[in-house]
């Protein structure tokens, strides 16, 4: 903390935005969100921000080099679907070219989209003869056909009534700004707004302040740096070869302030990752008594896509589906945490009225 401003001392995230350049697209999104909320809170449909996968914490700023995580978006994409189903509208917050709706089921899969489809007339190859009106014709193969169609069906709706907002982003400061408009703009929802956010947001990153402008060198080079206090860098080391030195600052906590200030009356729902199972349930408390939200979902690398659990201030729950043995379909556990999540919004919707009348 350090200066007082209008309001409220100023605080690590307010020096956060003052330091980093906001997203150069930051006023068109800004303008295409609110005609996308004012739709939606005009035709009385409730609001999810749903942010999916990985930031990325540049090295460079003319960035070759970054750090990045494991996430691919699924767990995003897969819960997108399902608010879409149960009414929401959805801005999908995701990290550019990770799992979006619907096309997660033809993208990133160990088929190339091309495997769905076949020539008209090409029989025998496969299990299937491809239907079609005359050779040259490009069909969906018949064992594809139902759950396309079912895919293409949802898709279209969500496209045809503009029932998702698609919001890329790379870096964990554009995450950030992102968020921050996304939160202050949804507030005319009130408690009708929903935050979900299954990214995997960066703990660390390195300050504008002492960031390398171009390519770190690895040596072969001067390195005009090297004696000076910047901190992803190289240094020599004993042998007289060169180290690649990291130091980074820790990402301001941001559910704090979205939950105190950019969104003081939406549901919020935090994740926890962990890999360690012996300290998630603790960990999952530690979030949830800190920053006094609506609900941590934590869940274990290894098992994410199998078990959840739900630290709420109503108690623990698990959520567990069978893990598909080979050949079967894995059922989502997201088609059991969404509905989930929509019963407490409502409930905490139906509270707050209540509050407020009397
Ligand atoms: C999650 O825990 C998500 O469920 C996963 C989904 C990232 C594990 P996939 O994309 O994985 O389906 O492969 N997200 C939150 C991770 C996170 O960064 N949480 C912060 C923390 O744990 C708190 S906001 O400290």
Redo the contacts with the bound molecule.
């Keep these: 903390m350090t200066t007082v401003t209008d309001q409220h001392p100023k605080e690590d995230a307010d020096i956060y935005f003052e330091t980093h350049a906001a997203p150069t697209n930051l006023a068109l999104v800004a303008s295409a969100l609110n005609t996308f909320l004012t739709h939606h809170r005009v035709a009385g449909r409730r609001v999810v921000l749903v942010s999916?996968?990985g930031t990325m914490v540049p090295l460079e700023n003319q960035t070759v080099r970054f750090i990045d995580n494991?996430?691919?978006?699924?767990?995003?994409a897969t819960s997108a679907e399902y608010f879409l189903e149960m009414g929401y509208a959805v801005i999908f917050l995701h990290r550019q070219f990770s799992l979006l709706p619907y096309s997660r089921h033809y993208s990133h899969s160990t088929n190339c989209f091309l495997d769905f489809l076949s020539e008209w007339g090409r029989i025998g190859e496969d299990d299937d003869a491809p239907e079609g009106t005359g050779d040259g014709d490009v069909v969906v193969r018949r064992k594809y056909k139902a759950q396309m169609l079912d895919v293409l069906r949802k898709y279209r709706r969500a496209n045809e009534q503009k029932l998702l907002y698609l919001l890329p982003f790379t870096t964990v400061s554009s995450y950030l700004f992102y968020l921050r408009e996304v939160a202050t703009q949804m507030q005319i929802f009130g408690s009708e707004g929903l935050f979900y956010?299954?990214?995997?947001?960066s703990?660390f990153f390195v300050p504008p302040s002492r960031m390398a402008e171009h390519k770190i060198q690895s040596g072969d080079l001067p390195d005009p740096l090297a004696e000076d206090s910047t901190p992803a860098t190289t240094k020599s080391d004993s042998k007289g070869g060169r180290k690649l030195m990291i130091d980074l600052d820790p990402v301001p906590k941001f559910?704090k302030r979205l939950v105190e200030r950019w969104a003081p009356d939406g549901m919020i729902v935090?994740?926890?990752?962990e890999t360690d199972p012996s300290i998630l349930l603790q960990k999952c408390h530690m979030?949830l008594n800190r920053y006094q939200h609506n609900l941590v979902i934590g869940?274990l690398?290894a098992t994410?896509k199998y078990e959840v659990v739900f630290v709420s201030p109503d108690g623990e729950e698990w959520i567990r589906v069978p893990q598909a043995k080979d050949g079967e379909t894995q059922i989502e556990i997201e088609s059991e945490i969404v509905p989930k999540v929509v019963d407490m919004h409502e409930r905490i919707i139906k509270e707050k009225k209540a509050a407020k009348r009397a």
């Design positions: 999916s996968g494991f996430s691919a978006g699924t767990r995003g956010l299954a990214a995997a947001v703990d559910l935090s994740f926890k990752l979030a869940n690398l994410r």
